[in-house]
Nanobody
Framework: QVQLVESGGGLVQPGGSLRLSCAAS????????MGWYRQTPGKQRELVATITRGRRTNYADSVKGRFTISRDNAKNTVYLQMNSLKPEDTAVYYC???????????????WGQGTQVTVSS
């Protein structure tokens, strides 16, 4: 089994910054693509940013130039640096990882428990 543990959410004023972290732990595995998604009440979960193992990145248009996704492959950890935060960035942020199990070669989709980000004055 693999667990994704997120941290770094909280309350921040507009224009402020937060850094989210998500660490994958558990059975012997390799984390392939990792990413962040967010969801607000009554809306579908939406992509924020993804990063491949080779560090190729993809961002939602709404966060380009403000958010930066990065990862540490040795630690199986993905980060999301969020700058110039806006009230519309308020959401529950979820970490996602495509996990490859060395034992059987299978790749599976895992999600974190979510961390609340609130941007408000």
């Amino acid at each position: 089994q693999v667990q994704l543990v997120e941290s770094g959410g909280g309350l921040v004023q507009p224009g402020g910054s937060l850094r989210l972290s998500c660490a994958a732990s558990g059975s012997i595995f390799r984390a392939n693509a990792m990413g962040w998604y967010r969801q607000t009440p009554g809306k579908q979960r939406e992509l924020v940013a993804t990063i491949t193992r080779g560090r190729r990145t993809n961002y939602a248009d709404s966060v380009k130039g403000r958010f930066t996704i990065s990862r540490d492959n040795a630690k199986n950890t993905v980060y999301l640096q969020m700058n110039s935060l806006k009230p519309e960035d308020t959401a529950v942020y979820y970490c996602n990882a495509q996990i490859l199990f060395i034992s059987n070669g299978g790749e599976y989709d895992y999600w974190g428990q979510g961390t609340q980000v609130t941007v408000s004055s």
